[in-house]
């Protein structure tokens, strides 16, 4: 039984300094000349007692403050001693055997790992002797097992989800790995990319993808709304040229209080001319020639007649 210093720290520190204290406080057998539980003699007894008795009232003459601290130092040689126990037992465990090493060059080759291969692979263990048959019954003594247990559970419900898959690509394993802060060995992650192989996860490709593909739907679509009015505008533009070619103009109305009589007299005589051009005079000379004996007008108004419809001005605008 496990000392508690608790209960009587003079008692725990006696049996801390005594591991046989139960052997020697037990009473000797009847009928076995005197020999104590586990073969303990009657002098061996004694001179053991004798031990027990002066350091237990060395203990109980301490000052309180100094009996705590030997307590406390006692505890922590304790726990130290449970914890470099448990340390020689995991070293002694078989997935820390040599053996138990994976072969990376081998590994890294493979086109596919099952999901219990990537696992043990990214512990750096052979995932033919380290398999989780084998992990599984001690989970519960040993730290590797525990932690071999959790990335198994991520990885598991990552296949659930369909973020991961059995079998695996090596380059998505390692990936989602890394993505969520799993430990995998540098040479193991070295000499997969070594073989060509990118070590990129799916989901963040894909996630981009989306990401990119959204932004040129969206300039798509406003392209598209921007062809669809444009498309609507020259439509409508064409339905009003339609109309306006469909007006026949036959000139302006004489009787019309409103009639511009010089604007009517240019428009015909621009027509004319330009319809029937004679070489042997300018511009002016045969629109003055063609307006004077059809319209009654001022020398004033024939000239700015001429002007206004003469199309070869010099200084004026350059021919085209």
Partial sequence: MRPNPLLDPVDYLVRRRFPDYEGITARPI???????????????RTERMALIKAFREEMLALPREDLAERVAAEQEKQRQEVVDRANREERARFFHY????????????????????AIALSFGKAPEVVKWENVQPL?????????????????????????LY????????????????????DELTRMVESRGVVVGDWKDNYDQLK???????????KVAEIAQRLIAERDEYKVRVAALEAVSWNGFDPDSPAYPIELDAAMQAWLAVSSSRDASMTIKEQVADWVEPR?????????????????EKEGGRRRR
């Fill in 30 to 44: 009847p009928g076995f000349g005197g020999l104590s539980m586990g073969g303990i003699t009657a002098e061996y």
């Fill in 98 to 117: 040599p053996r138990a090493d994976a072969d990376f060059s081998h590994w890294s080759k493979a086109t596919y790992w099952t999901l219990d291969e």
């Fill in 139 to 163: 989970v519960n003594v040993s730290p590797f097992a525990q932690q071999y247990s959790r990335v198994r559970d991520l990885a598991r419900r990552a296949t659930t989800a369909r973020v």
């Fill in 166 to 185: 059995d079998p695996v690509l090596p380059g998505v394993y390692l990936a989602w790995a890394r993505r969520n802060e799993i430990a995998i060995p």
């Fill in 211 to 221: 990401a990119q593909f959204d932004v040129l739907l969206a300039d798509r679509e």
């Fill in 295 to 311: 319209f009654k007008l001022s020398a004033e108004a024939l000239q700015r007649i001429a002007t206004v419809c003469n199309w």
